[in-house]
């Protein structure tokens, strides 16, 4: 049977947190183990220019960030191939193309756009560039460059999924059938509250536990988790509906979560001491990524031979792409 590929990635703008963990890359590791997918992750670095013109050291440094946290969590070079968005020229040959066939105001409609630019004021002020807006082009070319089919999401990425099959209908209504309409499949992954009780983990908020934290990091943040704020004395009776600390057990104390939420509603168990138990737990998942990550540190050259060799791989599906799309356009001039 032949199988079907997952095209995904993220922008290579800073370090991932446990709320991508729980978020995207648990998944990520567990599909690469499935013999029905064949799985691609792009490192989008021409998409993370779209918000970041203006800062490309950061994106050029965030490349071997997002690799280091691809790696240490588990994902498998051998298995699933990670790539260079901008070193796939087709992609941006492509985005020229679609750029046809989407609307500006079907863009300004596209909720994932709208919000994001509400969210960047600062960098765009009242007039969102050109390239921003477009970007859900330049991601259909990602998908459809690759052949994917199957694109796993979290519910705010959506949008951008309908928006490229979209395009592929139009594409192929009017080119002829060349390209494949992507699903998108929603992960049962969840949204991971911040360490404030806000509903995003996130840099700018300062409430994220990285992958990357080192032992004291983690335990540090997590004395700083927010409890419910009416549980003064340790055997005052306490509301672990609204205690971060108790939010973050039911992710890392699987099994003891049932008897925290018992314990801290009977006031048996403080705060800090709770605290230190998840911090423990914490770290004993994060342990075995920070040693993944120490030994890819010290091998930046495995790095680069990842990046090369998932690009050039990558590259063969975008070439095969472009013939064809440049084929139904009739844009193949002496091809033979
Ligand atoms: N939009 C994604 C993000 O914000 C990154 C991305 C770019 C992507 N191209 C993609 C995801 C193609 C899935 C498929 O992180």
């Known amino acids: 049977m032949e199988k079907k590929r997952i095209v995904t990635g993220d922008r290579p703008t800073g370090k991932l947190h446990i709320g991508h963990y729980f978020g995207s890359l648990k998944n990520r590791v567990k599909l690469q183990e499935d013999d029905k997918y064949e799985q691609y992750i792009l490192i989008a670095d021409v998409q993370a220019l779209t918000d970041n013109f203006n800062n490309p050291e950061k994106v050029r440094k965030n490349v071997r960030e997002l690799v280091l946290d691809y790696l240490s969590v588990g994902i498998n070079p051998e298995k699933t191939t990670i790539y260079i968005q901008s070193l796939i ?60 089919t199957i694109v796993p999401v979290g519910e705010d990425q959506l949008p951008l999924i309908e928006q490229c099959r979209e395009i592929v209908r139009k594409f192929n209504s009017i080119y002829g059938d060349v390209l494949k309409e992507p699903e998108a499949v929603l992960s049962d992954a969840r949204r991971i509250k911040g360490l404030d009780g806000n509903e995003k983990m996130g840099k700018s908020l300062g409430n994220a536990i990285y992958l990357s934290d080192s032992v004291e990091e983690v335990n540090k943040k997590v004395m700083s988790a927010v409890t419910d704020p009416g549980r003064i004395r340790k055997d005052d009776k306490g509301n672990p509906d609204i205690c971060m600390v108790s939010y973050y057990h039911n992710l890392f104390s699987k099994d003891e979560y049932k008897n925290i939420c018992e314990e801290c509603r009977n ?56 013939k064809k799309v440049k084929k139904a356009m009739k844009l193949d001039y002496f091809e033979k």
């Open 267 to 322: 006031g048996q168990r403080g705060c800090v001491a709770c605290k230190k138990q998840l911090a423990q737990n914490i770290n004993k998942t994060l342990e075995p990524f920070r040693e993944k990550r120490k030994y890819y540190e010290q091998h930046p050259e495995i790095i680069d031979e990842i990046l090369i060799k998932g690009t050039e791989k990558a590259r063969i599906t975008a070439k095969e792409t472009m």
């Open 89 to 148: 020229p087709e992609t941006a040959e492509l985005t020229v193309f679609y750029s046809n066939l989407v609307t500006i105001a079907r863009l300004e409609r596209n909720p994932t756009v709208k919000t994001e630019i509400a969210q960047k004021r600062d960098l765009f002020g009242e007039s969102v560039t050109y390239g921003f807006l477009g970007y859900p082009v330049s991601q259909a070319a990602d998908i459809t460059a690759m052949d994917g």
